[in-house]
T-cell receptor, first 117, second 109 residues
Framework: GAVVSQHPSRVICKSGTSVKIECRSLDFQATTMFWYRQFPKQSLMLMAT?????????EQGVEKDKFLINHASLTLSTLTVTSAHPEDSSFYIC?????????????FGPGTRLTVL | GQSLEQPSEVTAVEGAIVQINCTYQTSGFYGLSWYQQHDGGAPTFLSYNALDGLEETGRFSSFLSRSDSYGYLLLQELQMKDSASYFCAVNTNAGKSTFGDGTTLTVKP
């Protein structure tokens, strides 16, 4: 399957700082990437859909000014958590979609564990 | 919106067969996917069904009935390493996926 990388894998920051997370598709071009967050023992919650060359589409209840998404190229999307607070501590996972006839597969990055002190 | 139901926990022994069911309600259904997630890791793709029937990939198979809005993941010859969470996810023609709450599978010796 396709490979998606995510960086950093783990970050600890102070409250009020901003954190940038990168998501890269390594061996294919992804016009669409997705950003999820996952709390312990819970499901993945879609935060936003990142489209190359256009604005991201945010899910209801997700603050677009707090979670800035940029999809600058076909292989890179970034999520910036601005003015992070302890309640933003979570596992953030990106995925890239490979949609061809008869298949619709998401390839996930390894995730970024964010801890805000 | 979309909603999915899957059992929260399943326990089985090594070598056994286990079936994890998933029922869903959605508009614009495109397909049903299954993912495996080990503790601390990211989800990995297992299987995808867009049409009715059974898809087999090694020890794992997935089934879909669009008319019943139902699917299942079948794991055969269970191994200890199969202990993980399994998520079904509905893919819609809007291009998004909604995940179920996950089923924690515990494989015992």
């Amino acid at each position: 399957g396709a490979v998606v990388s995510q960086h950093p894998s783990r970050v600890i920051c102070k409250s009020g700082t901003s954190v940038k997370i990168e998501c890269r598709s390594l061996d294919f071009q992804a016009t669409t990437m997705f950003w999820y967050r996952q709390f312990p023992k819970q499901s993945l919650m879609l935060m936003a859909t990142s489209n190359e060359g256009s604005k991201a589409t945010y899910e209801q209840g997700v603050e677009k000014d707090k979670f800035l998404i940029n999809h600058a190229s076909l292989t890179l999307s970034t999520l910036t958590v601005t003015s992070a607070h302890p309640e933003d501590s979570s596992f953030y996972i990106c995925s890239a979609r490979d949609r061809v006839i008869g298949a619709d597969t998401q390839y996930f990055g390894p995730g970024t564990r964010l801890t805000v002190l | 919106g979309q909603s999915l139901e899957q059992p929260s926990e399943v326990t089985a022994v090594e070598g056994a067969i286990v079936q994890i069911n998933c029922t869903y309600q959605t508009s614009g259904f495109y397909g049903l996917s299954w993912y495996q997630q080990h503790d601390g890791g990211a989800p990995t793709f297992l299987s995808y069904n867009a049409l009715d029937g059974l898809e087999e990939t090694g020890r794992f198979s997935s089934f879909l009935s669009r008319s019943d809005s139902y699917g299942y993941l079948l794991l055969q010859e269970l191994q200890m390493k199969d202990s993980a969470s399994y998520f079904c996810a509905v893919n819609t023609n809007a291009g998004k996926s909604t995940f179920g709450d996950g089923t924690t599978l515990t494989v015992k010796p």
